[in-house]
């Protein structure tokens, strides 16, 4: 039966229908995995018991990875699926997850969501972080399937927004307030939010953040050396690696690299924008600021760097591998925190003991944010001026640049243990799975 949700999200579509429509012709990100985003899935094969994981994209998937194993290790009489929303995601899962059913998660449409239900068939279903969607919750509830919500983090403004959902529609209420639900959240705030969403406090554990858990704190040393040849950098070569870019930055960024390498000797620059798919935008934006630049896929098909390698822009355009790229630099920028679009992942260069430069706006992510800052071990910028005053000061120094990165990999070792807190919360629940199957 439609909700009050599929009226809303018809509207929406209706109203927004020409922009979806030229996003679907022109973009291939839009069009991946639309059968499987419509429903049309195929029935999962096997007998057994099944744990449906979701997670958002990269991040939520990395995050999962170590509790994936865990669960998988102890309880092999479950299947364990995984869904995603991204194409960047969904790729990170199959390279994860290899062998393990991965597809893209439903569109929030009820009876999109019935049939991947129908297919999928789990006993349990397991969402990273705050992948709370009203039809597909109501769904599950209905079905008697329990949510186990991990990692849960939820903002001032999505707690105004899920008020406002549970007032208009008293069955997004009840199955978010199931008392088959568990809630595991990163924080003692996020703990007392999802209480003032009317969560009974009994169905809520604050567990910790789990991506300190699944950092990588270092990279071996014969990779690091094969990126250093690869990309033709000397060993009194600088190199700043600006990561998860977004539109507005790069301009920026680029301009801030002439500037500055008139100032530190040997300085490369590594680019490697959010999404790939804006690859060739990126590369006009180089080509205007009169630089050279070169794509990593070149690289790998043996293209050389040549002689002008001091104005040429590294282009990364692969998917997969920022962290091995985050070994190399002797400084890092963390993207889309410049513009207002609340910043990307600045833990992993931290656990790799990196100086990290951010913009203002990373509002997607306070408390690491905060964390980094408790401990000074981060540079916060709030414009070109002063990121450009920043890089050339940590490529000038060193040492308050190496123990910048040093305190940035305090504070990831000191946070860990969230996994292993949120798999005793799961053991208990899965347990009862095994004794009814026995």
């Known amino acids: 039966m439609p909700t009050i949700f599929d009226a809303v999200y018809g509207t929406a579509l ?137 990692n849960a983090r939820i903002s001032e403004k999505s707690l105004k927004w899920y008020r406002v959902l549970c007032k208009i529609s008293k069955g997004f209420f009840e199955s978010l307030t199931n008392k088959e639900n568990v809630f595991c959240s990163r924080t003692e705030t996020d703990t007392t939010r999802l209480r003032n969403l009317g969560i009974p406090e009994a169905q809520i554990f604050t567990t910790g953040n789990m991506k300190f858990d699944n950092l990588v704190t270092a990279v071996p040393e014969d990779t690091k050396e094969r990126l250093l040849c690869f990309f033709e950098i000397g060993k009194d070569d600088k190199v700043v690696v600006c990561g998860s870019t977004h539109e507005g930055e790069e301009a920026i960024l680029l301009r801030i690299f002439k500037q500055i390498r008139t100032k530190v000797d040997g300085l490369r620059l590594v680019l490697v924008p959010r999404h790939i798919e804006r690859i060739s935008e990126v590369m006009k934006e180089v080509a205007a600021a009169g630089l050279r630049c070169v794509r990593k896929t070149a690289l790998d098909k043996d293209c050389k760097i040549g002689g002008h390698k001091y104005e040429t822009v590294i282009l990364v355009d692969t998917v997969g591998e920022l962290l091995n790229i985050y070994s190399i630099a002797d400084c890092v920028f963390v993207g889309r925190s410049l513009v207002p679009q609340g910043g990307q992942n600045m833990m992993e260069p931290a656990g790799l003991a990196k100086p990290i430069v951010v913009g203002p706006h990373t509002f997607n992510f306070n408390e690491e944010v905060q964390l980094l800052k408790e401990a000074n071990a981060i540079k916060i910028v709030h414009g070109e001026a002063s990121l450009s005053n920043e890089l050339v000061y940590l490529l000038e120094h060193p040492y308050e640049a190496q123990e910048l990165g040093k305190r940035a990999q305090s504070v990831v070792m000191k946070q860990r243990g969230a996994t292993e807190r949120n798999l005793k919360v799961l053991r208990n629940i899965l347990m009862k799975e095994r004794a009814v199957s026995v």
């Open 14 to 150: 209706v109203c927004g229908s020409p922009y979806f429509l030229s996003k679907l012709i022109i973009s291939e990100r839009y069009r991946s995995g639309l059968a499987q985003r419509f429903g049309w899935l195929g029935t999962r094969k096997g007998k057994n018991p099944c744990v449906w994981i979701h997670g958002a994209s990269v991040g939520e998937i990395l995050t999962v990875k170590e509790l994936v194993k865990s669960v998988e290790k102890e309880f092999n009489n479950l299947d364990i699926v995984i869904s995603a929303n991204t194409n960047t995601g969904l790729s990170v899962a199959e390279r994860c997850f290899s062998g393990k059913k991965i597809f893209y998660f439903p569109l929030d449409l009820s009876w999109v969501v019935g049939r991947v239900l129908n297919a999928v068939d789990p006993a349990y279903v397991i969402l990273i972080e705050l992948e709370i969607w009203p039809n597909f919750l109501m769904a599950v509830t209905k079905k008697r399937i329990p949510v186990v919500l991990v």
